[in-house]
């Protein structure tokens, strides 16, 4: 069982940075592929970026390629989402969840989820 919690979230305006954690709970954190998902009002939720046990393996959405870093601290059991040159269509609640498979991007792979956490871009 992994629980996480989602923290980092708010108000920025374009152009600009947030760093989203994720701390999970439980001695297997490490053996899990870990991502972030995003939902926006009325849309799917949708896969933005992935990493593996290690941390030597990540994936991306195209739409935050070059933008968006994963990155995880086996030892803290938290991973992170940086997010830079932030755009108004980034806004979204966004959720971590994790998974013993290989980086999926789709939402019905990932076993457990977090409650997610409000990212508004707006000037």
């Known amino acids: 069982q992994v629980q996480l919690v989602e923290s980092g979230g708010g108000l920025v305006q374009p152009g600009g940075s947030l760093r989203l954690s994720c701390a999970a709970s439980g001695r297997t954190f490490s053996s899990y592929t870990m991502g972030w998902f995003r939902q926006g009002p009325d849309q799917e939720r949708e896969f933005v970026a992935a990493i593996s046990w290690s941390g030597g393996r990540t994936s991306y959405a195209d739409s935050v390629k070059g933008r968006f870093t994963i990155s995880r601290d086996n030892a803290k059991n938290t991973v992170y989402l940086q997010m830079n040159s932030l755009k108004p269509e980034d806004t979204a609640v966004y959720y971590c969840?994790?998974?013993?498979?290989?980086?999926?991007?789709?939402?019905?792979?990932?076993?457990?989820w977090g409650q997610g956490t409000q990212v508004t871009v707006s000037s």
């Open positions: 969840a994790a998974t013993r498979l290989s980086a999926p991007t789709r939402p019905s792979f990932y076993d457990y």
